[in-house]
Nanobody, 125 residues
């Protein structure tokens, strides 16, 4: 049963914008926490941004502040990542995630149960 489907990646130039989307289904759609992570070749998966429905709070990695914004539309079970002013170092596979993380785990891979298949973002200089 497919739980998360992420999409919206592509090849863009530095300074451009992209909007990633993630559709949640099944048990994943009732998750309290949704997040985005990314993984560049040869590197570990790293936290980008997250949002909790109950308990509130929006969390962002330092590199994402001021450029990336996460939003959630619960009516259609979707999560978005708006990325502006993209840089070549943002090149990575981006994954959406869902689960019930607590404050101490919301920035960690272990805090999420469900994962999308990933969407490639490539930023050329």
């Amino acid at each position: 049963q497919v739980q998360l489907v992420d999409a919206g990646g592509g090849l863009v130039q530095a300074g451009d914008s992209l909007r990633l989307s993630c559709t949640l289904s099944g048990s994943a759609s009732s998750s309290n926490g949704v997040g985005w992570f990314r993984q560049a070749p040869g590197k570990e998966r790293e936290f980008v941004a997250a949002k909790r429905w109950i308990g509130g709070g929006t969390y962002s990695a330092d590199f994402a502040k001021g450029r990336f914004a996460i939003s959630r539309d619960r009516s259609n079970s979707a999560v978005y990542l708006q990325m502006d002013n993209l840089k070549p170092e943002d090149t990575a596979v981006y994954y959406c995630a869902a689960g019930n993380p607590i404050i101490s785990t919301i920035r960690t891979v272990a805090g999420y149960r469900y994962w999308g298949q990933g969407t490639q973002v490539t930023v050329s200089s």
